[in-house]
């Protein structure tokens, strides 16, 4: 979610930028790593935790495994997050 929010507002947020000059892209994509590096938290908590309670008859390999692509996940999309705002640092947000 945190990626598809940080996507949306580089597209949203250049018109304004680029009228203003206020560089707003790479704040906004350092305020949603924290996000997308939480969802691998609470990925790693139930991990640690043995999984979902609540579905008695899964395996605990298929519970590992969802922990560990929920963890792995989460750092591609703060990787790719933090990659798309550092292009603000590089290219001017006026080019069209």
């Given at each position: 979610?945190?990626?598809?929010?940080?996507?949306?507002?580089?597209?949203?947020?250049?018109?304004?930028?680029?009228?203003?000059?206020?560089?707003?892209?790479?704040?906004?994509?350092?305020?949603?790593?924290p996000?997308?590096?939480?969802?691998?938290?609470?990925?790693?908590?139930?991990?640690?935790?043995?999984?979902?309670?609540?579905?008695?008859?899964?395996?605990?390999?298929?519970?590992?495994?969802?922990?560990?692509?929920?963890?792995?996940?989460?750092?591609?999309?703060?990787?790719?997050?933090?990659?798309?705002?550092?292009?603000?640092?590089?290219?001017?947000?006026?080019?069209r």
């Amino acid at each position: 979610m945190a990626w598809a929010v940080s996507t949306q507002l580089n597209y949203a947020l250049v018109p304004w930028q680029c009228n203003r000059q206020v560089p707003v892209i790479l704040p906004v994509a350092l305020l949603l790593v924290p996000l997308s590096l939480l969802g691998g938290a609470l990925s790693w908590q139930a991990k640690r935790r043995g999984g979902a309670a609540f579905k008695p008859e899964r395996t605990r390999s298929t519970e590992d495994f969802v922990a560990d692509l929920g963890m792995f996940s989460a750092s591609l999309f703060a990787l790719v997050i933090v990659m798309q705002g550092s292009a603000a640092l590089i290219l001017d947000e006026c080019l069209r």
